[in-house]
């Protein structure tokens, strides 16, 4: 029989309105159906097997799903989860509980796993592949090693950046799987889905324009859906209609490719001070104000996937998509119209 896990966070709760919108089975997400497939055939597998389920290693952008997947494999497996975050993991011994109280065949889910310190990944490699760790009791010469066994559990990490996890550690994955963006048409079934769960009624026209602003991502497409249900109960009568829709967007400054202000401003800082580039990134930032990895974390992912700018051996440049979407063109460059074209 299954049975919700026991959840064990060092991390801020999520809020209960953010919980209701995530799936909380594996069959009830929509998108990754690839990668949805091969875990449903690894956790039956290691059900048949009566063994716990390989440890499991997902990338890829931010707001894809990769905690929600964390968190419905356990439940579908009907076993606890415990929670931890790369970043507070600073030595062994603060990974030492966690291992100490996983349960056989338990979840221990490791968020920004890239953060932890090589001290803790090698800490780990034991612990995954012989399930024990060898504590050091003492110092010099009256020191002494203790191996301790541990029950099996599994270990799944999410990052942003696997490039920076060790090999040594990628490698003790039995399975790696990289989340890749959703379409419009995913996004949409889940805009619908969310609005009821949010108890707002959503036009059939209106969800692929809040899905077509979302970058691809559920987590944006959430936030979005979340903004215009606010707006429909205190603008119109509740219903979200597409000109409802279009009404709330316009009031947060979100384009019809779903790009902010923010994100325009990068776009117009390099056009009109930097002639379109290229130009380093640093020297955007300090034009902008903003710090150079909001940039490159935040602002530069999704222009550069849709095409509005390229990253050269010489820094960043404005595509034509890029310029018309503000308004220009190449030849309006260095012609002394550019600023004011768009500040004008």
């Given at each position: 029989m299954s049975r919700e896990p026991i959840v064990q966070s060092t991390t801020s709760p999520v809020d209960e309105e953010d919980r209701a919108l995530r799936p909380q089975r594996m069959e009830e997400m929509i998108g990754q159906r690839e990668v949805y497939a091969r875990l449903e055939i690894a956790i039956d597998a290691a059900s048949k097997r009566s063994e716990p389920l390989g440890h499991i290693l997902f990338d890829g952008p931010p707001g894809l799903g990769k905690t929600t997947f964390a968190m419905c494999i356990p439940r579908n497996m009907g076993v606890p989860i415990q929670i931890a975050s790369g970043a507070t993991l600073k030595a062994p011994k603060d990974m030492l509980p966690y291992l100490t109280n996983a349960q056989a065949g338990s979840v221990l889910f490791i968020d920004e796993i890239h953060r932890m310190p090589k001290t803790v990944e090698e800490f780990l490699y034991p612990a995954m592949e012989d399930f024990r760790v060898d504590l050091?009791?003492?110092?010099?010469v009256n020191a002494r090693t203790i191996n301790m066994r541990l029950k099996p559990f599994t270990l799944i990490g999410a990052t942003t950046r696997t490039g920076i996890i060790s090999a040594p550690l990628r490698d003790r994955f039995q399975m790696r799987e990289h989340l890749d963006f959703y379409t419009v048409d995913e996004l949409a079934q889940i805009v619908v889905r969310n609005a009821g769960k949010l108890q707002v009624e959503i036009d059939a026209e209106a969800a692929p324009e809040v899905a077509g602003r979302s970058r691809s991502t559920p987590r944006i497409a959430n936030n979005r859906l979340r903004w215009i249900r606010d707006y429909a109960i205190s603008r119109a009568d509740g219903r979200i209609t597409l000109p409802v829709a279009r009404d709330a967007l316009a009031m947060q400054e979100i384009d019809k490719l779903g790009l902010d202000r923010q994100d325009r401003k990068y776009l117009e800082t390099i056009a009109r001070v930097f002639d379109g580039g290229p130009v380093g990134v640093e020297a955007v930032a300090h034009t902008m104000n903003i710090p150079p990895d909001t940039l490159v974390d935040e602002v530069e992912p999704f222009l550069l996937r849709a095409e509005l700018v390229i990253r050269t051996p010489r820094g960043r440049k404005l595509t034509p998509a890029g310029l018309e979407h503000i308004g220009l063109h190449r030849s309006d460059l260095?012609?002394?119209?550019?600023?004011?074209?768009?500040?004008?």
């Open positions: 050091t009791l003492g110092e010099g260095n012609s002394g119209e550019t600023q004011s074209r768009l500040f004008g």
